[in-house]
C-alpha cells in the first residue's frame, strides 16, 4: 500500500487504522422474527445508549409513500426484497441503532454492510411467541411467499438470523424490562470493548 506520497506503508498500519475507523463507529443492528421487539427495543436503545435509531421499516415508507403492507402487495417479494436491500445499502453513519426488517437477512449484501458498520444483534423469540404477539398479520408488512405460513417463515428465517448475528438475546415471555437490560448490558459491553481494543491497537504503534 503507498499512501500519497507514493512511499511504501506498511500493512500493519493500513489494518490498525481501518480497523480504528470502523470501530469508532460503535454502530449496532437490531434483526429478528416480527413481534420480536425490533422497534421497541431500538428505540429504547436509542435513549439509554444516546445512540441515534433508524428503522429501515420506516425509511422505505418514507421513501416510497406507502405502508409497507401496501408495497408488498403492489410489488411483490421480490421486488420489495430488492427496496430493501437498496434501503439497508444506504444506511451510513456513526453511533446508530438500527432496526432491521425481519426479511433484511435474505439481502447478503445489506447484511454485510451492516457487518462493516457495526455488531448485529439477534433478538430471538420462540415460534409460540412470535405466533402470539403478532396476531393478524395480514396488514403488518410481513414478507410471505404465496401459500406460506408463519411457522414456515420462521423455520426458514431462523438458521440466517444465527448466521449474522454477532451475539442472540432470548426475547420471549413477559419480561421486557429483564431482556431490555441485557440488550442493554451487551450494548455496552460491545462499545466498551471496541473503545480498548481501537485503543489498544493505537497505542501498540507509538
Not at 43 to 60: E, T
Not at 124 to 139: A, H, Q, W
Request: hydrophobic share 35%; glycine share 8%; proline share 2%.
Amino acid at each position: 500500500a503507498e499512501w500519497f506520497t507514493g512511499s511504501p506503508v506498511d500493512d500493519r498500519y493500513i489494518s490498525v487504522i481501518h480497523r480504528t475507523l470502523r470501530l469508532q463507529m460503535e454502530n449496532i443492528a437490531l434483526i429478528g422474527m416480527p413481534g420480536c421487539g425490533k422497534s421497541c427495543m431500538g428505540r429504547a436503545m436509542s435513549g439509554k445508549l444516546k445512540m441515534k435509531l433508524i428503522d429501515s421499516d420506516k425509511l422505505i415508507e418514507k421513501r416510497y409513500g406507502k405502508k409497507l403492507q401496501e408495497l408488498i402487495d403492489e410489488l411483490g417479494v421480490v421486488e420489495f426484497r430488492r427496496i430493501e436491500e437498496e434501503v439497508l445499502l444506504s444506511i451510513e453513519g456513526d453511533n446508530l441503532v438500527i432496526s432491521t426488517g425481519g426479511s433484511a437477512v435474505y439481502s447478503e449484501a445489506g447484511m454485510k454492510h451492516l457487518k462493516e458498520l457495526g455488531k448485529i444483534f439477534y433478538l430471538f423469540c420462540t415460534y409460540e411467541t412470535v405466533k402470539e404477539r403478532i396476531g393478524d398479520f395480514s396488514k403488518r408488512g410481513i414478507v410471505l411467499k404465496p401459500g406460506q405460513t408463519i411457522k414456515d417463515l420462521f423455520d426458514e428465517r431462523a438458521p440466517l438470523y444465527k448466521k449474522y448475528a454477532d451475539v442472540t438475546i432470548l426475547c420471549d415471555g413477559n419480561a421486557y424490562p429483564q431482556y431490555q437490560s441485557a440488550v442493554i448490558r451487551a450494548a455496552k459491553r460491545f462499545r466498551s470493548k471496541d473503545k480498548k481494543t481501537s485503543t489498544e491497537e493505537k497505542e501498540g504503534l507509538d
